[in-house]
């Protein structure tokens, strides 16, 4: 069964299948109003729920709209308003969603629960966020480098900020796409322990960005940080704010992402984000091809 369950458990050749396959995808796409359907139908006659956990605009409009676009239909499910909210067990929900859907993406707090929802689930399961990573965004965004500058094999990427679970997600990538990637940020907010190995660390921001062909952050306060720690972790990382001084550091043509929601001028200024290096809209955009072509990988398509 293809779940995919994070960019380190997926195989490096499915992986490019399905950055390959979702510029494909768009290409074809261009010019259309969005509810077209695809002339290729992966998901005809196929059911899929969206369970969130937590709040989404990208992921759930995304995944909506491509599985709509790819023939097929969609429950939107709250997990406060199931009763795997009220005690019922993750296996159990697993196995009965089983009996109603073809496919689950799912979005929530702990790991835990979406392994295990892929355990008892006869069906593939797709990881929309955890607090651990974030991997069909960083598809996304991999995907969107190379439209804009081609192979991100042996780019220089550079992340500025907490070592939260967006970062994880490329520290995977870096692995699997085989670029070089350097976190940058204060000691107390490094990534976890377990993806030691996958990057470098620069403390100096100025000195990290050098040479950079992507420079990327993300919100300080992430959805299951406690808002008690809002101002120490904006002191913290006041040194890391992605701004026009900081991308004068980087290669005259690097990049800059953020996968959005922003909190503007906190981790980037307005005139990074709206600028000549931002690529932003385009990473959200390309949520939409890209989680496409993970569900079609999923369903064996
Ligand atoms: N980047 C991202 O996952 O956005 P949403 O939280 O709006 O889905």
């Known amino acids: 069964m293809n779940h995919f369950l994070d960019i380190h458990k997926t195989d490096a050749a499915d992986l490019r299948q399905i950055i390959d396959g979702a510029r494909a995808t768009k290409e074809a796409r261009k010019g259309q109003p969005k509810g077209t359907p695809d002339a290729?139908?992966?998901?005809?006659?196929?059911?899929?729920?969206?369970?969130?956990?937590?709040?989404?605009t990208r992921t759930r409009v995304s995944f909506d709209l491509g599985v709509r676009q790819m023939g097929g239909q969609t429950m939107v499910l709250s997990g406060s308003e199931m009763q795997?909210?009220?005690?019922?067990?993750?296996?159990?929900t697993a196995r009965v969603l089983s009996r109603y859907?073809?496919?689950?993406?799912?979005?929530?707090f702990e790991e835990q629960t979406l392994l295990e929802m892929a355990e008892f689930a006869d069906v593939p399961v797709i990881n929309s966020l955890t607090n651990r990573s974030h991997p069909c965004q960083i598809m996304a965004d991999v995907m969107t480098f190379e439209e804009h500058r081609?192979?991100?094999?042996?780019?220089?990427?550079?992340?500025?900020g907490d070592g939260n679970n967006v970062f994880?997600?490329?520290?995977h990538a870096a692995q699997?796409?085989?670029?070089?990637?350097?976190?940058?940020?204060?000691?107390?907010?490094?990534?976890?322990?377990?993806?030691?190995?996958?990057?470098q660390v620069e403390r100096d921001p100025f000195k990290a960005v050098d040479g950079a062909d992507l420079v990327v952050t993300d919100t300080w306060v992430s959805m299951h940080d406690p808002q008690s720690a809002?101002?120490?972790?904006?002191?913290?990382?006041?040194?890391?704010?992605?701004?026009a001084d900081l991308m004068a550091h980087a290669k005259p043509d690097a990049l800059f992402m953020h996968c959005l929601p922003a909190h503007r001028n906190d981790e980037a200024t307005s005139e990074v984000m709206d600028g000549p290096h931002s690529v932003i809209f385009d990473?959200?955009?390309?949520?939409?091809?890209?989680?496409?072509?993970i569900m079609r990988w999923c369903v064996g398509g």
Do not use: C
């Not at 994880?168 to 520290?171: G, I, N, P, Q, T």
């Not at 085989?178 to 993806?195: H, N, V």
């Open 40 to 56: 290729d139908q992966p998901l005809k006659n196929h059911m899929v729920a969206l369970i969130f956990e937590k709040p989404s």
């Open 84 to 92: 795997l909210g009220h005690g019922e067990t993750i296996a159990d």
């Open 101 to 108: 859907v073809d496919l689950i993406m799912m979005r929530t």
């Open 150 to 160: 081609g192979p991100i094999a042996g780019k220089k990427v550079v992340w500025s």
């Open 168 to 171: 994880a997600s490329f520290a």
């Open 176 to 199: 699997r796409f085989d670029f070089d990637l350097t976190f940058t940020g204060p000691e107390p907010l490094d990534p976890e322990e377990a993806l030691d190995g996958m990057y």
């Open 230 to 243: 809002r101002e120490r972790r904006h002191n913290q990382l006041r040194g890391y704010q992605v701004n």
């Open 283 to 293: 990473e959200a955009e390309n949520r939409l091809h890209a989680q496409k072509a």
